[in-house]
């Protein structure tokens, strides 16, 4: 990685039309994080010192997630947009502050890495003034054309103003810039606006430093880490590729997949060793799974903590806030929000457990409810160690069912339960005897036929 100090110049003024959207295009989500959220996480891992963002106006959204992601990330606004060199020089305060090596990005990148935007500035290092980032593509049509002479860089054309034979290249510009700390003001304010549109082109920093005598060089990368993202189709598009990346990952840290393709992670999912994860699960944002737990089909896990040895679903739902011990088992169609579930505790199928706590050991039985809410505010319920919830209960919150206590099946405790006590709250079975015989209907006699009438009249 470079030794020199870096500024990063995070271009996220784009309103993303294209996208159909009320939401800014650089906040629709990829594996459970912003666009953004992912390119300042590749800055950042780029160890970069400084971060500027540009936003456009009325961006209030992007800032906030910016500062959000980085809270030492300075946003400026590009009032008018007037091309991608006048963005980065919304952030010219920033810039004039250092002689630090300033590295542009989009905020639509989404699947930038950190250890290509290190390439683009280590060749900084090896004294290039401007380092772009380009790809070969299958069909380089509608890109900008990276434009060599040997090793040096003299050009990045737009394909309406290349020549047939520069048509004809296939590295093309991937957008990703890094200049050189002393000229990269003075470079950039040369940029002018004399082209098609009128706008000031960040591509011309390559001319413009040929014209100073200063060495520009290309750097090349897949073409999926500089996907620029405009439209729901390359949404999915880079959905899929960022899935493809985080199931690799978890498969060389130790975790089984039964069928990767129908898992789905978040980007900041972490696994410990020899976790299993069967068919069709998604891990939504925040979620930490032990060693040797047990994901089993259908499950759906969002902001959960999931202990070592721990067995979760089929049919689960962890909510956020669910924290499951070592060992602990939440079968199929349990819901938990917001509580913990003890070491050895086990729900194993049909309830809702949510803000509360069930201690170690304790059984949740089928059909047991913590009723949390009761219109205006949650409540928690506190279930001890080895206590025992009989089937189909209501725990009213707030309540406290003490270590060792029994509820019977089919209660609805609203008082607190002492340790080692049984509790029973449902009213009393009464049995009465004959009481169906009694309410049956008497039996009719079978109506008689035409036949049986007609001989009853011929009878002598």
Known sequence: MSKRTCLAIVLAAGEGTRMRSALPKVLHPIAGRSMLAHVLAAVRGAGTEAVAVVVGPNSDPVAEEARRTIPKAQVFTQTERQ???????????????????????????PLISADTLKRLRGAI?????????????????????????????????????????????????????????????????????????????????????????????ALETAEDEVRGINTRLQLAEAEAVMQRRLRVAALDAGVTMI?????????????????????????????????????????????????????????????????????????????????????????????????????????IGAGTIFCNYDGKAKHRTEVGKGAFIGSNSALVAPVKVGDNAYVGSGSV????????????????????????????????????????????KTKR
């Open 125 to 217: 290092d090896h004294h290039a003034s401007v380092a772009v980032l380009g790809f070969r593509a299958a069909d380089p049509s509608g890109y900008g054309r990276l434009v060599m002479n040997g090793h040096r860089l003299v050009a990045i054309r737009e394909e309406r103003e290349a020549s047939d034979l520069e048509r004809k290249i296939d590295l093309c510009n991937g957008g990703l810039m890094a200049l050189r700390g002393e000229v990269a003001l003075e470079i950039l304010e040369r940029i002018d606006n004399k082209n098609a549109k009128g706008e000031f082109y960040l591509t011309d920093a390559v001319t413009i430093a040929d014209g100073m005598a200063l060495e520009s060089v």
């Open 259 to 363: 069928a990767p393709d129908t898992v789905f992670l978040s980007a900041d999912t972490k696994f410990g060793r020899d976790v299993t994860i069967e068919p069709n699960v998604v891990f939504g944002p925040g979620c930490v799974i032990e060693d040797d737990a047990v994901i089993h089909a259908f499950s759906h896990l969002t902001g959960a903590h999931v202990g070592r040895g721990a067995s979760v679903g089929p049919y689960a739902r962890l909510r956020p806030g669910a924290k499951l011990g070592a060992k602990s088992r939440v079968g199929n169609f349990v819901e938990v929000k917001e509580a913990e579930i003890g070491a050895g505790a086990k729900a194993n199928h049909l309830a809702y457990i949510g803000d509360g706590r069930v201690g170690d050991g304790a059984n």
């Open 83 to 109: 091309g991608t060199a006048h963005a980065v020089l919304a952030a010219r305060a920033e810039i004039a502050k250092s002689a630090a090596d300033v590295l542009v990005v989009f905020g639509d990148t």
């Open 413 to 456: 405790i609203t008082d607190n339960v002492p340790p080692g006590a049984l509790a029973i709250g449902r009213g009393r079975q009464v049995n009465k005897a004959g009481w169906v015989a009694g309410k049956q209907p008497a039996a009719k006699k079978p109506a008689k036929t035409a036949v049986a009438k007609k001989k009853k």
